[in-house]
Nanobody, 120 residues
Framework: QVHLVESGGGLVRSGGSLRLSCAAS????????MGWIRQAPGKARELVAT???????GYVDTVQGRFTISRDNARNTVYLQMNSLKPEDTAVYYC??????????????WGQGTQVTVSS
């Protein structure tokens, strides 16, 4: 069992930055692929960024160049640095973990989510 807790969300103006954190417990964190998924009101969930156990990263086109996913295996934490935020980035952001080392799009574990609101 993996327990994920997100933090770092909040209200920021367009063009600003936030860093989300996701602390994991209950597993050998370094062996899990991790991802950030967001859901805006009335919209489907959207995969934002992923990072495999070997550090390979992936991003949705809409955040490429603005967001950076990273992980600190010593701290059992994954981060999402979000720069140049836009109102359309407003959503609840969820941290998720695969049971394996690569991201396959079927995360087994989810955090409770953290709200990010970007004002124009």
């Amino acid at each position: 069992q993996v327990h994920l807790v997100e933090s770092g969300g909040g209200l920021v103006r367009s063009g600003g930055s936030l860093r989300l954190s996701c602390a994991a417990s209950g597993s050998n964190f370094s062996n899990n692929a991790m991802g950030w998924i967001r859901q805006a009101p009335g919209k489907a969930r959207e995969l934002v960024a992923t990072i495999d156990s070997d550090g390979t990263t992936g991003y949705v086109d809409t955040v490429q160049g603005r967001f950076t996913i990273s992980r600190d295996n010593a701290r059992n934490t994954v981060y999402l640095q979000m720069n140049s935020l836009k109102p359309e980035d407003t959503a609840v952001y969820y941290c998720a973990a695969e049971s394996g080392s690569s991201w396959y799009g079927a995360p087994r574990y989810w955090g409770q989510g953290t709200q990010v609101t970007v004002s124009s």
